[in-house]
């Protein structure tokens, strides 16, 4: 039994009886075809079942027809090593490649790790292999220079996610700021004075965002923000449960805590019963991201949802166009968060 052969471009130009050029030009949106060559190619491939290749595609000339993802190599690799997963990989993926899906696009996703000497020569490395249209940058290497310089020197448009700053290429963010002022403020709302947050990591731009957003709205109620409960962290459990025990030791321990990522809130939720504090009795817990995990924590926790899927497919989606336009890469697109109440948080006793 003879394996079924796949039908090529050459196959199309015979059936159409045209050049592969042609149908090269036809399926890549080209210059230079009558609506009537159009259509005579388009019932060749639609005869023949054919599925352009993106060697194919690629033949039009100026497009790869692939997107690429960049994304930090320590803490993604982190996440799946302890199995706990890594929830805006799989928001940045769903968002993205399926907006790349509609654009006959694909999507291609490299790690780099941000803290390495050799970041650029990965970075380059990936480019020179692959020859993308556009490249998403995620934090931190969203507002890493050298990264959006070596993009502009191989003349990449790009865009830049959750970076709010002024720059080069499209920046696609959520107000950190005024997320953590909404969370803060909901939490003063509900009767709490002693409010404690965990930040960010370092190296985020965001977790200054975050950091101010809380300042802010503490202060705008004519308080002030006790240094002692001003936590630092990482993004990890353990940073969240190392906060806890250091805020359950106060003499005025707080009865709220914001957290600015989903796994220190679970490390502070985790690590209050054992510290004598149940939630939301003694202490409400607010998080950022809202991944699975926190709905199905008891209790379940409230939380600012990004809008990381939907931050993502709008890159793409400015990436595909700037590319088919011969645009410039330089705007600012801002999405609106949410935040869902749940049973962490409620009144002080």
């Given at each position: 039994?003879?394996?079924?052969?796949?039908?090529?471009?050459?196959?199309?130009?015979?059936?159409?009886?045209?050049?592969?050029?042609?149908?090269?030009?036809?399926?890549?949106?080209?210059?230079?075809?009558?609506?009537?060559?159009?259509?005579?190619?388009?019932?060749?491939?639609?005869?023949?079942?054919?599925?352009?290749?993106?060697?194919?595609?690629?033949?039009?000339?100026?497009?790869?027809?692939?997107?690429?993802?960049?994304?930090?190599?320590?803490?993604?690799?982190?996440?799946?090593?302890?199995?706990?997963?890594?929830?805006?990989?799989?928001?940045?993926?769903?968002?993205?490649?399926?907006?790349?899906?509609?654009?006959?696009?694909?999507?291609?996703?490299?790690?780099?790790?941000?803290?390495?000497?050799?970041?650029?020569?990965?970075?380059?490395?990936?480019?020179?292999?692959?020859?993308?249209?556009?490249?998403?940058?995620?934090?931190?290497?969203?507002?890493?220079?050298?990264?959006?310089?070596?993009?502009?020197?191989?003349?990449?448009?790009?865009?830049?996610?959750?970076?709010?700053?002024?720059?080069?290429?499209?920046?696609?963010?959520?107000?950190?700021?005024?997320?953590?002022?909404?969370?803060?403020?909901?939490?003063?709302?509900?009767?709490?004075?002693?409010?404690?947050?965990?930040?960010?990591?370092?190296?985020?731009?965001?977790?200054?965002?975050?950091?101010?957003?809380?300042?802010?709205?503490?202060?705008?109620?004519?308080?002030?923000?006790?240094?002692?409960?001003?936590?630092?962290?990482?993004?990890?459990?353990?940073?969240?449960?190392?906060?806890?025990?250091?805020?359950?030791?106060?003499?005025?321990?707080?009865?709220?805590?914001?957290?600015?990522?989903?796994?220190?809130?679970?490390?502070?939720?985790?690590?209050?019963?054992?510290?004598?504090?149940?939630?939301?009795?003694?202490?409400?817990?607010?998080?950022?991201?809202?991944?699975?995990?926190?709905?199905?924590?008891?209790?379940?926790?409230?939380?600012?949802?990004?809008?990381?899927?939907?931050?993502?497919?709008?890159?793409?989606?400015?990436?595909?166009?700037?590319?088919?336009?011969?645009?410039?890469?330089?705007?600012?697109?801002?999405?609106?968060?949410?935040?869902?109440?749940?049973?962490?948080t409620a009144p002080p006793r």
């Amino acid at each position: 039994m003879h394996k079924k052969r796949a039908i090529t471009i050459k196959d199309v130009a015979a059936e159409a009886g045209v050049s592969f050029q042609t149908v090269s030009r036809v399926i890549n949106d080209g210059p230079n075809v009558t609506l009537a060559m159009r259509e005579r190619v388009m019932n060749a491939v639609n005869k023949l079942g054919y599925v352009p290749s993106l060697a194919a595609r690629r033949l039009g000339g100026s497009r790869s027809y692939l997107i690429l993802a960049f994304n930090d190599r320590r803490p993604t690799l982190d996440g799946w090593e302890s199995r706990r997963g890594n929830d805006w990989v799989d928001q940045m993926l769903y968002g993205g490649m399926l907006k790349c899906a509609e654009h006959g696009y694909r999507m291609l996703f490299e790690l780099v790790d941000s803290h390495s000497d050799a970041l650029e020569v990965q970075v380059q490395a990936a480019l020179s292999a692959l020859h993308p249209d556009g490249v998403i940058l995620t934090p931190p290497h969203s507002d890493d220079e050298r990264i959006t310089q070596l993009l502009h020197r191989n003349g990449l448009i790009f865009a830049r996610l959750g970076s709010r700053r002024e720059g080069e290429g499209f920046a696609v963010y959520m107000d950190d700021e005024a997320a953590a002022r909404a969370a803060t403020k909901y939490l003063l709302d509900q009767g709490h004075t002693r409010i404690a947050y965990v930040e960010g990591h370092p190296e985020y731009a965001i977790s200054g965002d975050r950091l101010r957003g809380f300042r802010g709205a503490i202060e705008s109620r004519g308080l002030a923000v006790r240094p002692e409960y001003l936590q630092p962290g990482d993004f990890t459990y353990e940073a969240g449960t190392r906060a806890m025990a250091a805020l359950a030791r106060l003499d005025k321990p707080p009865t709220a805590v914001l957290a600015s990522s989903d796994e220190m809130a679970l490390g502070c939720l985790h690590a209050a019963a054992p510290l004598g504090l149940s939630v939301p009795g003694d202490l409400s817990i607010v998080s950022f991201d809202d991944t699975p995990t926190v709905r199905m924590s008891v209790p379940s926790l409230t939380a600012i949802r990004q809008p990381i899927a939907a931050m993502t497919a709008r890159a793409a989606e400015l990436l595909i166009e700037a590319k088919a336009k011969a645009l410039e890469g330089n705007s600012r697109h801002l999405l609106p968060f949410e935040f869902i109440v749940r049973d962490s948080t409620a009144p002080p006793r």
